[in-house]
């Protein structure tokens, strides 16, 4: 295969950062092989960027057979791609997994994901052309410069065909080459796309927005895992999420997978919100942490199926559980993240009273009758989980913090989390595990495993919720004969 390097001096641009020496350690033995190496995708992206890569990739000419030969211990991880997983030590002896790619052309995608036709190459323009975004779509070759292995900082060259930097300069998203074909190849670019917009809180080029409009039935094409997928990403790594979902919604993406969400656009609120339904929930996903920002999400989802002429959404919170659960179980979310995020949804319009210095008679009086004794804590923490406690006070934080005209006060958290450490102490039954009496036990009574077994068992601990005393083994048999009709 005949090596071409970088030569197009036009379209490059120098940058001051420094690489693994682990990195450097396998691009020298390519060019000791006498193939090129060259530093290309979003890790080049990040460091141009002055952000810290969590990876490395790499392209080179090598074919994946002959990487195979140069490097015994790499795994083949996409061999019909030409990526080939490389383990390499670093100073210290840790091992680290470098993906090194041939350098390839793509034809003929039939499905709107994956090319039936790859072809091995070994021209950089070649390879950078099939690629999706322009930032992307740079390459520091490294035969250009001196692998020493130290990892100070030194000024690399990047070879950049497609205006990378200066899209990253303009803050834009823009496709390589026709956005149109770029699409068309592949379905899931228009969500990356959406993506990438809202983890760098960039705009995407209106060329590239319209193709996405163009090109949807091609992105319908793409499996929901994969979509799901994408969409994580997008709540984990972005700092606003919303940037993302609302280009969703414009370029015609969420109808793909999410419509539910499009039923809240529009959707007022005006007694106690400042915002429409669908805005709310995106100021709430962005003040939300990291591992509550689908729940965030769909916290209110349920509203616009729930809206009164008085401006009431009675009942929101039960139709938003159930809405959650269609719609992550469609995405194939796990059962554990789907219970989870469906029992946030749940009972996020918990209230609990406060009570104010100098407050008068009636309202001292109001406050005794909304206090909440040990039997309804004990019967919050069975109903959201004591796994989910912390999780279920962070949404209700960032709910009010998406509201101008929420009347929360940060006080409520602090005395329902100081009562439910005190009742936490007590000794309690939250589970049916918890229970002085088990199956087991019912069984030997001739009850038999089966759903009327469960009812007793739900019915004995809701009894135990409200009364700890009667946790005793004997009161709960001679309960459970009761229960069974005996």
């Known amino acids: 295969m005949e090596n071409k390097s970088v030569s197009k001096q036009s379209n490059s641009f120098t940058v001051r950062f420094s690489i693994p020496s682990y990195v450097q350690s396998v691009a020298r033995i390519l060019l000791k092989e006498g193939f090129h190496c060259y530093l290309v995708g979003g890790a080049l992206r990040d460091v141009v960027m002055s952000i810290e890569p969590d990876d490395y990739d790499l392209a080179t000419d090598a074919l994946p057979e002959e990487m195979l030969k140069i490097f015994p211990k790499a795994v083949s991880t996409g061999i019909r791609f030409g990526t080939v997983t490389v383990l390499i030590a670093d100073a210290d002896g840790v091992r680290n997994e470098v993906q090194v790619t041939t350098l390839r052309s793509e034809q003929q995608y039939t499905d709107g994901r994956w090319p039936s036709k790859v072809t091995f190459v070994s021209d950089i323009d070649e390879d950078l052309s099939r690629r999706d975004f322009t930032f992307n779509a740079m390459a520091l070759d490294f035969s250009s410069d001196v692998l020493d292995g130290s990892e100070e900082e030194k000024e690399w060259t990047v070879y950049d065909p497609f205006g990378g930097k200066q899209d990253m300069e303009r803050k834009v998203v823009r496709a390589v080459g026709d956005p149109v074909e770029r699409f068309t190849e592949d379905g899931l670019r228009a969500f990356k796309a959406c993506r990438m917009a809202s983890q760098l809180e960039f705009e995407i080029h209106p ?3 319209n193709a996405i409009k163009k090109t949807l039935p091609v992105a319908r094409m793409v499996s929901k895992e994969r979509i799901r997928d994408e969409f994580v990403k997008m709540l984990k790594h972005s700092a606003k999420p919303s940037i993302g979902i609302i280009r969703m919604k414009e370029t015609g993406l969420l109808e793909i997978f999410m419509p539910e969400l499009l039923e809240a656009v529009d959707v007022p609120q005006p007694k106690y919100h400042a915002d429409d339904v ?29 809206a009164m002429p008085n401006g009431h959404f009675y009942g929101h919170d039960l139709e938003g559980e159930k809405m959650a659960r269609e719609i992550m179980k469609r995405l194939r979310f796990s059962r554990s993240e789907i219970e989870r995020i469906s029992k946030l949804v749940r009972f996020h319009m918990f ?8 407050a008068t008679e009636q309202e001292v009086e109001q406050y005794e009758a909304k206090k909440w004794t040990d039997a309804a804590v004990r019967r919050f923490i069975a109903r959201v989980g004591e796994e989910n406690i912390d999780d279920l006070f962070s949404l209700r934080i960032a709910d009010a913090a998406a509201n101008p005209k929420s009347v929360f006060q940060p006080k409520e958290i602090e005395l329902l989390q100081s009562r439910i450490s005190d009742v936490r102490a007590k000794d309690m039954a939250l589970r049916v595990s918890d229970l002085a009496i088990s199956g087991d036990d019912l069984m030997q009574m001739g009850i038999d495993p089966g759903p009327k077994m469960g009812e007793i068992l739900k019915k004995l601990l809701d009894e135990v919720i409200e009364d700890p005393a009667q946790n005793d083994k004997d009161r709960l048999l001679e309960r459970a004969r009761e229960l069974a009709g005996q």
């Open 207 to 209: 060329e590239t927005k």
């Open 278 to 306: 669908f805005m709310h929930l995106m100021r709430t996903v962005d003040a939300a942490p990291v591992d509550i920002r689908l729940a965030a999400l769909f916290h209110d989802i349920g509203k616009p199926r729930k």
């Open 351 to 358: 209230y609990y009273p406060v009570i104010t210095e100098g």
